[in-house]
């Protein structure tokens, strides 16, 4: 009674901290997305795609061979949550099978088996989605375009920073799968890896005050060059509401 009371207690409390850590980090992705390492890689992909539009004749075949890299990082993760969920599904029948006097459709050990199964198989769905994204900014990217063709572009990145979303909702499944892992062999386990996994993502994902300056001293002094003849001279690009910011709005986010 006692291991079953701290399950209904640390199970839960394990999840709501992942989940808290999780809903903090989107909201400050929407309102200061330059305080996060996701925010700012999709303001980075999002001048990436102007510089690489500038002349796609020229850059073609470089941004074809970038995205092919992030095509093959997708791949390879999504070959291996697919894996890894058909042997925990080949694992689970097998001992199910040999014991049919044990087998319990709801019990704790099912539901385990298949939590750990439900983050592989989403993990597994969001990198396919990641692939399909790559795949289709590789064909648009490399059509030649005039330079004033401003929508187009933004298009372009809207599409790509898709795709390394679902990208990175992927990758967090599998994070969340270590927890779901880890609970197999008790509650404890699973709680304390809820804790430090939110802890080093927290580190992971935000950045620190020199990167954002660094960041945003860089695009300046791209300011009347051909990769910014695109864009206004003082527009910031949200990354996910895909909105343009002003300068000193942008100035407000660092």
Not at 11 to 31: A, E, K, M
Not at 49 to 70: C, E, F, H, Y
Not at 169 to 183: D, E, K, M, T
Request: proline fraction near 4%; include cysteine.
């Amino acid at each position: 009674m006692e291991k079953e009371q701290l399950e209904y207690v640390l199970v839960p409390s394990g999840l709501l901290v992942f989940l808290t850590y999780h809903i903090w980090l989107v909201y400050n992705i929407v309102h200061n997305p330059l305080r996060t390492v996701i925010g700012l890689n999709a303001e980075s992909r999002h001048q990436w795609v102007l510089a690489m539009m500038s002349d796609p004749l020229k850059n073609g075949v470089l941004a074809v061979q970038t995205i092919r890299n992030n095509i093959m990082a997708s791949t390879l993760l999504s070959t291996t949550a697919i894996t890894l969920s058909s042997l925990i599904g080949i694992f689970a029948n097998s001992t199910w099978s040999s014991d049919d006097t044990s087998f319990v459709p709801y019990g704790r050990s099912s539901i385990k088996h298949i939590s750990v199964t439900i983050c592989f198989l989403v993990a597994f769905l969001c990198n396919v989605q990641s692939i399909r994204y790559y795949c289709h900014v590789s064909f648009l990217i490399t059509a030649p375009t005039t330079r004033d063709k401003r929508e187009y572009m933004e298009y372009i990145a809207k599409t790509l920073n898709r795709g390394s979303h679902s990208w990175s909702i992927g990758l967090r499944a599998f994070y969340l799968s270590f927890p779901f892992f880890l609970w197999i062999y008790g509650p404890v386990p699973m709680f304390a890896c809820c804790c430090l996994t939110s802890l080093i993502l927290f580190f992971l994902d935000t950045t620190a005050k020199i990167t954002r300056d660094l960041h945003s001293n860089s695009f300046k002094k791209e300011r009347g060059t051909h990769v910014e003849s695109a864009v206004e001279p003082d527009d910031y690009y949200h990354p996910l509401s895909g909105n343009n910011l002003s300068q000193n709005s942008g100035a407000d986010h660092v």
